[in-house]
């Protein structure tokens, strides 16, 4: 099951220094973050194993280069630097689409706090994404993404397929902590995504 809890060590764990972000902590939130993905229908399959892709090319980085890539500015001053950017397995790259779908995950777990248990989860999942990873999909995957999220659940029931029914209510009060967490790593991220120019690629 999804463990909110290990999200927000991983992404405490993952502030390093005072603007940095520690890349195998972050890789860590985002593994525990698939396993909640992975319960949204076996629609968003395609998304979590894309997501697992990216994932695995940063951990592979880490594993080989750790000196080079054992922070988000240590990887963006090297690759940058070396002119590895558009390579084939780009930390930089991978990172920005790993940012891009971190903001749709942060806004849709903060509209999913808002909602009555017997709420529907679908227009808050459709209102994250058309705010946040619509703007950089083609229209294709606009509409397949859309029409996926006809197919969510209740609030209710989507906690009890993701979290389970085993102290689902202490595990929602450490929710909005975890969003802090992660919010404050996103930002982290975009700013120094920013800084070195990689933000805006498409």
């Not at 980085?61 to 940058?80: A, C, K, R």
């Not at 084939?88 to 909602?115: A, D, N």
Request: hydrophobic letters at 45%; aromatic letters at 8%; one cysteine or more.
């Amino acid at each position: 099951m999804f463990s909110v809890v290990a999200v927000h060590n991983a992404f405490q764990d993952a502030l390093v220094q005072d603007k940095d972000v520690g890349i195998k902590n972050y890789v860590l939130a985002y593994q525990e973050l698939c396993k909640f993905c992975s319960h949204l229908g076996g629609l968003f399959s395609f998304v979590v194993n894309d997501l697992e892709a990216k994932i695995g090319c940063l951990n592979k980085l880490v594993t080989e280069d750790e000196q080079h890539f054992s922070t988000v500015h240590s990887m963006l001053i090297h690759e940058i630097s070396n002119k590895l950017v558009f390579s084939g397995c780009s930390g930089s790259v991978t990172l920005l689409r790993l940012h891009r779908g971190l903001e749709f995950i942060i806004l849709f777990m903060s509209k999913l706090l808002q909602l009555q248990p017997n709420d529907s989860t679908k227009r808050s999942a459709k209102e994250a994404y058309s705010q946040t990873l619509a703007k950089h999909h083609t229209w294709l995957i606009r509409n397949g993404a859309m029409f996926a999220m006809n197919f969510l659940p209740s609030q209710r029931i989507l906690y009890n397929q993701t979290i389970g029914d085993t102290a689902l209510e202490e595990t929602l009060n450490t929710m909005p902590e975890m969003i802090s967490k992660a919010s404050m790593v996103h930002e982290r991220v975009n700013n120094l995504l920013s800084d070195f120019e990689i933000l805006n690629l498409p």
